[in-house]
């Protein structure tokens, strides 16, 4: 196999950024696509927003609580898990919007729920 010279090297890379590309716009459309219709899929959209803009992984998701959001800021915290290190990361301007609602009405409407399934004197 003989060695790729420079412009051969240069076709390379500005194709596979191009497909890098064209899979973000995938993800973003489906992010920007999906319908949110109850809490649960509030939730849904709301992670995979974070998966698609933030790039996440599942063990990060599974950390992440309501005080790591800076949403004034337009921020979130990530704490370090196993290999990564953790980090703070920009949000995009839909997603502040969304992780609010989900905040303020989602999680409060759950955690009321909840409290009304319990005995009067766990409450």
């Given amino acids: 196999m003989s060695p790729l010279n420079f412009n051969d090297y240069l076709a390379q890379k ?28 509030h939730r849904n959209k ?10 996440l992984t599942r063990e990060e998701l599974e950390t992440l609580r309501p005080e790591h ?3 004034r800021e337009g921020k979130i915290q990530v704490l370090a898990t196993g290999k990564l290190n953790g980090r703070i990361l920009r949000l995009e301007p ?9 905040v303020l009405l989602v999680r409060q409407n759950c955690n009321a729920k909840r409290k009304g399934c319990l005995p009067a004197e766990m409450t």
């Avoid at 064209?22 to 109850?38: G, M, S, V």
């Avoid at 839909?94 to 989900?102: A, K, M």
Wanted: proline share 0%.
């Fill in 69 to 71: 959001l800076k949403l």
């Fill in 94 to 102: 839909h997603q502040v919007i969304d992780l609010q609602e989900y």
């Fill in 14 to 41: 500005k194709m596979a950024s191009k497909t890098i590309s064209q899979h973000q716009a995938n993800l973003e459309n489906l992010y920007e696509r999906y319908e949110i219709r109850d809490e649960r899929t």
């Fill in 46 to 55: 709301v992670i995979l927003g974070l998966l698609v803009y933030q790039g």
